[in-house]
């Protein structure tokens, strides 16, 4: 039997499920970009990671490994590892607090304890269209690391597409996961 869609009176935009995001990736369609993600059905390029970024993101993966490991939690922190957010969303945060790192394919959502954004350029996005995405996906905590600030955005307690709590945290002080018991880290 033949569906009946209704009749569209404006253009619609098509949003890509994981699997076309996956598929059209594979065939190579992404290659002229570098790195990309697939957020709220969109395809978006990411930049290049300038010195200042790469320097942040460096030195909070081995201060979060590091006290994942003394605290003797049952997660390990990967970089730039991508997630699958059912139906259309496939981020690749800078670092991601994982229950299951082995494994092939995209990290399991339900696996995610915390993620960790590094911005030099795009505060604005990390702190509002990420921030959602991972709100709505039940993403237990987040944090973005404002380059320019200087402070680490932390954000937890996720309700619809908000974080419900927030706070800065000064670059140089003691900052403490609400969500992973053990981990404090000296940003």
């Known amino acids: 039997m033949t569906e009946v869609l209704p009749l569209n009176t404006t253009p619609l935009p098509v949003k890509l499920r994981i699997e076309d995001y996956l598929l ?3 065939s190579g369609a992404f290659d002229a970009y570098a790195k990309t993600e697939l957020i ?4 978006f390029y990411m930049n290049a990671q300038h010195r200042p970024h790469a320097r942040i993101k460096s030195q909070l993966f081995l201060a979060i490994s590091e006290a994942l ?5 049952p997660l390990e922190a990967l970089v730039e590892a991508s997630i699958a957010i059912p139906d259309r969303g496939v981020p690749e945060p ?6 299951e790192p082995e494994g092939e394919g995209l990290i399991p959502l339900a696996s995610v304890a915390l993620v960790v954004e590094v911005a ?6 990390d702190l509002g269209v990420k921030a959602q995405l991972y709100a709505r996906a039940g993403i237990p905590e987040y944090w973005v690391a404002d380059v320019a600030g200087k402070v680490i955005h932390q954000l937890w307690a996720p309700e619809g ?12 002080t003691r900052i403490e996961a609400v969500t992973v018991a053990g981990l404090q880290i000296v940003t």
């Open 24 to 26: 059209l990736d594979r």
């Open 40 to 43: 709220d059905g969109e395809v």
């Open 69 to 73: 490991s003394a605290a003797h939690a």
């Open 94 to 99: 800078d670092i991601v607090l994982t229950s």
């Open 120 to 125: 030099d350029t795009t505060l604005d996005h």
């Open 161 to 172: 597409g908000a974080y419900a709590q927030r706070r800065e945290v000064a670059f140089g």
